[in-house]
């Protein structure tokens, strides 16, 4: 019997699971497919899509003044650039000093802790405005809007979503049936919520459909388009470290805002992001509100897809989170991951016998399905099937 292919078994499946040509007077259960996007994904859609090697490895012109003080009461005096390591342990020394008063420094308190965090993360949203800049929503509109002229690979990715998205429920008796399709990732950017607006249409809006793991006080700095999303409509969009529209508001909530911001708006008040640290730091406000929800979307999911996360072994608690999509043996029968990465495909087994161990014991009851090769690589097949279909 011939294998079939990652992008085969995939077609299937949301063949399988789409509410599409299917007898409508019998209920068609729900089937969530969540997709776990790291920073390859968004390489996948722009090479000019920072890692985190390069996103956070700042050049002396990116060292504000408060931070520079900051760094020359911790000891550094070699200022004429950040790489990555030091970045986390800086970020380190910040989060320690936060959680244990006692380790603070003579002239710490939490309040400059406070604006120091406040700089950084001012620092990282104009660092990758730099790189690659961000398509903020420069009008009263919801939608953000994708590029002008996007490239072949551009018009695949967005091709491969509209597909996906022609498969979810079309029903109309407030029953969720069918596939749905969630997010979780660790990206700060929009690209997600681009694509979701651009597969919905010109007049509708991901704001209406896509539930972040917490409600936000005003979205676009106007009243929120909906407080209580409904469960027959909602998709999950989590973002696990935060986003660059996401503010803490002074009520104590977060305000959602695409808008574009202005040098001094992000001195001000920057984004809330959960910055990379030799000992990440997930006690926060932002990633305590949203991190049961993350739990329970992998939870309910039957199919995850793992698309530009290498797993990393300093991850500790994210990959304890992946552990939540199949806890126990019995919980992995029933349920299929994806794996796309450039990692062989041996390796990608590994990596997710790290998280699963009991895959590696009675492998021929799991579905784990890598794939060696790049987003692009994978969506290219799979629509080939389709047009050949």
Known sequence: MTKLSSSKIFQEIVKETSYKNKDYSKLISLTNMTFFLGAGFSKSWDLKYPTGQELFSLDRDDITDDFLEFLLSIGYTDLSNIQFKEFKEIAYQISMQKKYPSLRRRYIDEYNLEIIENEISSIITKRFNKLVPINYIENASYKLKLEQNPTRNQKKIVSFFNWLESHTTGDTDQIP????????????????????????????THLIYAYRGFTPKTTNKVKTPTTIHRHWLVQNLIKLNGGFEIFGSNDQGFVVDYTKKTARDLDRNAPTLILPNREQDYTGKYFQTIFPKAVRTLQESKILVIVGYSIPEEDALIRLLLRQFAEENVDGTEKVIFFIDLMDEQTQIKKLESIFPYHKRARNRYNIIPFEGTFIDWINEILSINNNA
């Open 177 to 204: 049936e069918g596939l749905r399709i969630n997010f979780i990732t660790t990206n700060y950017d929009f690209l997600v919520e681009s694509i979701l607006d651009e597969t919905l249409g010109e007049d509708d």
